[in-house]
């Protein structure tokens, strides 16, 4: 018995929600009289030629006006100079992924070297400055992951400057 009647219920609901307006303005799109229909077969006889203002004053439809041109925008040149970056100018960054060979014929014979595991160590000792040139040993061969700066005296400060000078010295 509790069935039958969810069964008749369900069924009600769905015949109403079917044959409800989903707007006050619209009709019901499955129950229609047959006087709109003709209707807008007869407006569309009449009025072969549509214009622009007759298209957006139709108030069957939303008010839809036509976009205009866009005016042309004039191109100036930038009056500001870009510099261009010092290319001559050294940066210890480069140097990363460089494999161990690389980095021996460029900056020359390490001072010290240290080696544990798949990490290795080398040590360049400037006037100015010291380098800490970590590698990583990747499918056998060892490449630059990370360098460091320190200062030659301990509690000391680097200038970058200077040591990246000399750095460029050596190298050149």
């Known amino acids: 018995m509790k069935s039958f009647l969810i069964k008749i219920f369900f069924g009600f609901c769905i015949v109403f929600s079917m044959n409800a307006c989903h707007t006050f303005e619209h009709q019901n799109i499955f129950i229609q009289n047959k006087n709109s229909n003709e209707e807008v077969l007869d407006k569309k006889d009449k009025s072969a ?10 108030s069957e439809m939303a008010p839809i006006e036509m976009p205009k041109q866009t005016q042309t925008v004039q191109k100036l040149d930038l009056q500001k100079q870009v510099g261009i970056p010092n290319a001559n ?45 970590f590698l990583l040993k990747k499918n056998r061969v060892y490449l630059v992951n990370y360098i460091e700066k320190r200062p030659t005296k301990l509690n000391g400060t680097v200038n970058i400057k200077a040591c990246l000078e000399e750095i460029k010295q050596i190298i050149n």
């Open 49 to 58: 030629e549509f214009t622009v203002e007759e298209t957006t004053m139709n």
């Open 89 to 133: 100018k050294l940066s210890l960054e480069r140097f990363i992924n460089w494999n161990e060979e690389r980095l021996i014929k460029t900056l020359g014979k390490s001072h010290f070297v240290k080696e544990e595991g798949k990490l290795k160590n080398y040590q360049y000792h400037f006037k100015e400055c010291y380098i800490d040139v």
